[in-house]
């Protein structure tokens, strides 16, 4: 079965801590992407990559950065966190081309940032 | 700014009825519509897609899509207590990379 595992379901951090998050897919998908998603605002795309070592800006990169070295692996990064980015996260993967049009979906990172 | 509008709802009904959901997108060139399902506290699945004018029918689940509006709606006949869910409205800006989504509408199905 398909499967997109987010290495932690609840986070807490300290303002100006260095933040690694980190997802990994099974299913041999070149698409990865990371969201936030907030009460009343939905999903928005922080970063996404079609392939390995390549990247995309999304809606709202500022404060975050990723890394795609291995095809499975997609990591997001905030370099020094601030309490705004206390969010849920998810990351998403799908293929390419026919039949692409289905994000799968990790279980999601609860970030606090004190 | 491309933008989705969703109602956020609760938009509750009973046991057994018709739960219409809508949604209005911003951007004229979108091709490609969704809508995923999110259970309270779990990450959000796909259960439809529609790409054209018109009605698309999978199950209980009915989509429509009129572009010259620019709107999408979601039919869900002889709704379900585990229907009760929020549902997240999802159009494509430019393919299927860049998925703008609504904030969702909350669905509560009462017995």
């Known amino acids: 079965d398909v499967k997109v595992t987010q290495s932690s379901r609840y986070l807490v951090k300290r303002t100006g801590e260095k933040v690694f998050l980190e997802c990994v897919q099974d299913m041999d998908h070149e698409n990865m992407f990371w969201y936030r998603q907030d009460p009343g605002l939905g999903l928005r795309l922080i970063y996404f990559s079609y392939d390995v070592k390549m990247k995309e800006k999304g809606d709202i990169p500022e404060g975050y950065s990723v890394s795609r070295e291995k095809k499975e692996r997609f990591s997001l990064i905030l370099e020094s966190a601030s309490t705004n980015q206390t969010s849920m996260y998810l990351c998403?993967?799908?293929?390419?081309?026919?039949?692409?049009?289905?994000?799968?979906f990790g279980s999601g990172t609860q970030l606090s940032v004190l | 700014q491309k933008e989705v509008e969703q109602n956020s709802g609760p938009l509750s009904v009973p046991e057994g009825a018709i739960a219409s959901l809508n949604c209005t997108y911003s951007?004229?060139?979108?091709?490609?519509f969704f809508w995923y399902r999110q259970y309270s506290g779990k990450s959000p699945e796909l259960i439809m897609s529609i790409y054209s004018n018109g009605d698309k029918e999978d199950g209980r689940f009915t989509a429509q899509l009129n572009k010259a509006s620019q709107y999408v709606s979601l039919l869900i006949r002889d709704s379900q207590p585990s229907d009760s869910a929020t549902y997240l409205c999802a159009v494509s800006d430019g393919g299927y990379n860049k998925l703008i989504f609504g904030a969702g509408t909350r669905l509560a199905v009462h017995p």
């Open positions: 951007d004229r060139v979108s091709q490609s």
């Open positions: 998403a993967s799908r293929i390419s081309g026919a039949g692409g049009e289905k994000l799968f």
